[in-house]
């Protein structure tokens, strides 16, 4: 006999197909829905954040009102902390207005320790609890029309003052807020920790990016965002493995440049050197966020998930 006669002759294994007809279709409308159900909706249940309570540090600015939009969208309180306290209440009155979900802002100094612990104190007495906490707080150094750049950024001549205030914002801020919220977080069994990091804590930055065709004095992307970028992972992998076991998830989100009216000349030499041919819109990260924050990354900690265009890849 051809073998494929033997096939088509083998008797069929599968108990479905030796039921009466009926009940046949009976298990298959059960059987489909459900199916359908678990493939189609649950994926994206695991992203909703309802009543879980995000502390989100330097929520005032470019990417913190975002991502306090996006928390918000997927149903969380978020507490919008900043040193700008106005600005952040000012975030999470129109969030509120929007969403309906309560969202709170904080005046903080993330360098700190009182007014960390303070905060913190505070989104425990009002919502009793913080399940995420976002590190986005950072002193970024910007060369778009918004921002004054203060110093040449240069090696060479780069202030002691300046360094040290980098140092306090961007690491010593992570390492305050996870600490203040690590006992909370203990107590709950439950936590995730996001420290947002950047491409330059990767590779170092095309400083060629920053030259200024009509001004000729050179400007750089100053040494302190690249070192303190560079120990966010440290501190990721340090925090993830310390707490082995105890279902505090902490990890890192590593972004590429976002547009922000930056001059023609600026953009198309990033975009030139980006995979992607172009910088990010500011709400392109927002789905990475919600996977980091949420159970759909129950399976990952001390991870770095970066999101770039590319520009590390090259
Ligand atoms: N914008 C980008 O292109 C880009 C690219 C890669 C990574 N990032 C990272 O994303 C995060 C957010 O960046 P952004 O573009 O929104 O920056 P941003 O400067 O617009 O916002 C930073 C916020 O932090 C606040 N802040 C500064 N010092 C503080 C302190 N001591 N305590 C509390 N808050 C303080 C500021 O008031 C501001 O609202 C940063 O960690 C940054 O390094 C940004």
């Not at 547009?259 to 990033?270: A, L």
Request: proline share 4%; with cysteine.
């Amino acid at each position: 006999m051809h073998p494929s006669e033997a096939i088509k002759n083998q008797p069929c294994l599968d108990w479905r197909f030796h039921l009466p007809q009926q009940f046949q279709k009976i298990i298959f409308w059960i059987y489909f829905p459900l199916i359908s159900v678990s493939n189609f909706i649950s994926p994206f249940n695991s992203f909703n954040l309802r009543d879980r309570t995000i502390f989100l540090t330097g929520g005032a600015g470019l990417l913190g009102r975002e991502f306090a939009a996006a928390l918000a969208a997927a149903q969380a309180h978020v507490v919008i902390a900043d040193i700008n306290g106005e600005a952040a209440q000012a975030v999470a009155t129109e969030i509120t207005a929007r969403t309906g979900v309560e969202a709170l802002g904080l005046e903080i100094d993330v360098s700190d320790r009182l007014s960390v612990h303070a905060a913190v104190k505070q989104i425990l007495d009002i919502f009793g609890q913080i399940d995420v906490l976002v590190n986005n707080a950072a002193v970024d150094p910007k060369f778009d029309p918004t921002h004054q750049v203060e110093h040449t950024g240069s090696f060479e001549d780069y202030p002691l003052d300046l360094w040290n205030q980098s140092l306090a914002v961007n690491l010593t801020g992570m390492f305050l807020c996870s600490q203040a919220v690590a006992r909370p977080m203990l107590a709950q069994d439950k936590g995730v920790i996001i420290n947002i990091s950047s491409i330059y804590g990767l590779v170092g930055p095309d400083q060629r990016l920053y030259e200024n065709q009509i001004d000729p004095t050179p400007v750089y992307k100053p040494i302190t965002y690249s070192v303190t970028k560079s120990a966010v992972t440290g501190l990721t992998r340090y925090l993830a493995t310390y707490w082995a076991g105890k279902n505090i998830r902490v990890n890192t989100l590593t972004l590429g440049g976002v547009f922000n009216q930056h001059k023609d000349e600026f953009v198309q030499r990033y975009s030139a050197r980006t995979p992607l041919g172009r910088m990010a819109q500011r709400s392109e990260y927002n789905s990475a966020l919600l996977f980091l924050a949420s159970d759909a990354s129950a399976y990952m900690t001390g991870a770095n998930l970066v999101v770039d265009g590319g520009w590390t890849a090259w």
